[in-house]
C-alpha cells in the first residue's frame, strides 16, 4: 500500500510540474515582404512583393498582385511602377539621377511601406587580371581573378562583387563578395576574389562590381552572415531600410562589369 501510494505521489509530480509553452508560430500575422531593385545599368526598377506564410502552411509565400508602387525622384517626380506579372512590378527606362536619393512607396495590404535609396555614382572597373594558384582553402589548382579599380577620393564608397563563369553568374546570397574603401580610400586597389572555386585555362571570367549605399552595404552584410552562419547569436531578420514593419530591402544601385579569358 505505501508502493502504491509513493507511485501515485510521483504521478502527480509529473504531472504539476508540466508546463503550456505558447509559441508564437505566425499562423495569424503575415508580413509583407517588398524586395525593390532600381539598376542604372538599364534604368530598370522591379519590385517584388509577397506575404510570409505561417508555419503550418506549406505553400509558397503568397503574391501580392493589387499594390499601387511608385518610385519618387529628389526633384518629387512621382512614377508608377506597374504590374507585369503575379507579385512583380517592373518600370523599364528610367533614367537615373546619380548621387540622389530615390523613394520607393507601396500601399499593400491596407498600409502603407515606403523606402528611400541613394543611387550613387558608378565605380569603374579598370581591369581584370588573374593569378595561378596551385591550391588555396583545400581547393584544386586554377587561377583567382583580381578586381582593379582606382577608388574615388572625394566619397565613401561600399560595393557588392559577384563572379561568373563562361556566361553563367554565381548569384546566390553565398556567393556576394563585398568591398568598402574603409582602408583604401583614393587608392588603386588590387584585390583577388575567391569564389565557389578557382578558374580553369580557357574558362571566360565575368565580374559584376555594384556600387551601393550604405544601409543597402549593411543589408547584405547581415544576410550573408546569417547564410553562412557567421553570426554570434541566432539569425534574424537583417534591417530593412523599409519603414512600417515590411521585411525586404530598396536598393537603387550603378554597376560595372567587365570579362576576361583566361589563357
Known sequence: MKKLALLFSCTLLVFSCQKVIDVDLN???????????????????????????????????????????????????????????????????????????????????????SATCEMRTPVLIDDITYEFFPSIFGADAGYAPFLNYQDPADQTDFHLITLGVNSKEWSELTDILQQDDALVNGNYVERPLFGRSLFEFGDTVHMHFRTVDEKIYS?????????????????????????????????????????????
Request: proline content about 4%.
Open 27 to 113: 499562423e495569424s500575422n503575415p508580413q509583407t515582404v517588398i524586395e525593390g531593385n532600381y539598376t542604372a545599368e538599364d534604368s530598370t526598377v522591379v519590385v517584388r512583393i509577397t506575404n510570409t506564410s505561417s508555419y503550418f502552411n506549406s505553400d509558397a509565400s503568397q503574391t501580392v498582385n493589387n499594390a499601387d508602387v511608385t518610385i519618387t525622384d529628389v526633384n518629387g517626380l512621382t512614377t508608377n511602377v506597374p504590374l507585369l506579372e503575379a507579385g512583380i512590378y517592373i518600370l523599364e527606362n528610367y533614367a537615373p539621377e546619380f548621387d540622389t536619393e530615390y523613394t520607393l512607396s507601396v500601399q499593400a495590404n491596407g498600409e502603407t511601406f
Open 219 to 263: 543589408y547584405y552584410g547581415q544576410a550573408i552572415s546569417n547564410a553562412t552562419g557567421g553570426g554570434s547569436s541566432a539569425p534574424g531578420n537583417p534591417d530593412s531600410n523599409w519603414d512600417n514593419g515590411a521585411l525586404g530591402f530598396f536598393s537603387a544601385y550603378s554597376s560595372s562589369r567587365k570579362s576576361v579569358v583566361i589563357e
